[in-house]
Structure formats: C-alpha cells, structure tokens
C-alpha cells in the first residue's frame, strides 16, 4: 500500500477574502497533488482550504479542538474530536510530513514552532517573519510545490 502525504495547512479561523483566496487555492494544489490535507477542522484558512480540497475531490481531516464533530467545516471529510483546545496545535504539526502557514496569529505561530521541534518542514505564505528556517512562497502552486520538495528531501519520495 502506498503511503499518502499529509500537509498540514495552518492559519486564523477568521481571514481576509485574500488570505482566504490563498487557502483555497493551496487546498486545490495539495488535492491536484493527491496529498491529504489535514488542519484544525474549523473556519478561515482551514474552510476555505478544506473547500479547494474538496473540489479537487482530496481528502481533508480536521483535527478540532472542542467535544463536537458538528464544529468542523463542511469540508471536512474526517473529523478528529479532541477535547484539547490549542493543545491539539500539536497534533496537527506531528500529523503532517509539510506544514503551510498561511498568514495567521499566535496559534498559528505555535503550530509553526511545534512543526519546527518535529523536523517537519514549513511553508509560509505572508506568514510570520521570524528568524526560523521557513521556506518563503509567494503562492499557492509555489508553496504546495516546495511542501513537497522538502518532503522528497526528508523522506526521500513521492
């Protein structure tokens, strides 16, 4: 059976329709791709990536942060109840073999570093500007493209 790749796509439950844009065209790109994308299951970033993923017909997981799988977005093809609030950051980041920041705030900043301390790569887009080895895309196709590069790099695949 071969192994699927799973990017983690990561940001605000609330966005700009630009940053939104972006989302959904990078969910488009992992689901072209035929990686799975997984992410914190909620609104935003994570809908409106889960929402490219799906027109593409990918596979999206959210991992959610409360008791109740009716929180997660209609995009969600499975949904992960955890109970853990932010702890669940955690997760996600250990979950995925790429991560994609998309702008975002603190959560999204520790989801960055826990990607970090799990050597699994980062991507951002228009993300934080922190002095850590984060890949710089400056788009959708360009992001997915170099998740999977740093991918082959590690894993030596796909």
């Given at each position: 059976m071969k192994e699927k790749i799973i990017i983690g796509v990561i940001g605000s439950s609330t966005c700009s329709s630009s940053v939104s844009e972006v989302a959904y065209i990078v969910g488009k790109e992992i689901a072209r791709k035929n990686a799975i994308l997984i992410c914190g299951g909620r609104g935003g970033v994570m809908e409106?990536?889960?929402k490219g993923a799906k027109e593409e017909k990918g596979i999206t997981i959210g991992v959610l942060p409360g008791n109740d799988k009716e929180s997660a977005n209609p995009y969600i093809d499975i949904p992960i109840v955890t109970g853990m609030g932010e702890a669940r950051n955690v997760i996600i980041a250990r979950s995925s073999d790429a991560v994609i920041a998309i702008a975002g705030k603190y959560g999204t900043l520790s989801e960055i570093a826990f990607a970090l301390r799990f050597d699994v790569p980062v991507v951002g887009i228009a993300t934080w500007n922190i002095n850590i080895p984060i890949l710089k895309a400056k788009n959708?196709?360009?992001?997915?493209?170099m998740a999977l590069s740093a991918i082959r790099k590690t894993r030596g695949k796909y």
């Amino acid at each position: 059976m071969k192994e699927k790749i799973i990017i983690g796509v990561i940001g605000s439950s609330t966005c700009s329709s630009s940053v939104s844009e972006v989302a959904y065209i990078v969910g488009k790109e992992i689901a072209r791709k035929n990686a799975i994308l997984i992410c914190g299951g909620r609104g935003g970033v994570m809908e409106a990536a889960c929402k490219g993923a799906k027109e593409e017909k990918g596979i999206t997981i959210g991992v959610l942060p409360g008791n109740d799988k009716e929180s997660a977005n209609p995009y969600i093809d499975i949904p992960i109840v955890t109970g853990m609030g932010e702890a669940r950051n955690v997760i996600i980041a250990r979950s995925s073999d790429a991560v994609i920041a998309i702008a975002g705030k603190y959560g999204t900043l520790s989801e960055i570093a826990f990607a970090l301390r799990f050597d699994v790569p980062v991507v951002g887009i228009a993300t934080w500007n922190i002095n850590i080895p984060i890949l710089k895309a400056k788009n959708p196709k360009q992001a997915v493209g170099m998740a999977l590069s740093a991918i082959r790099k590690t894993r030596g695949k796909y």
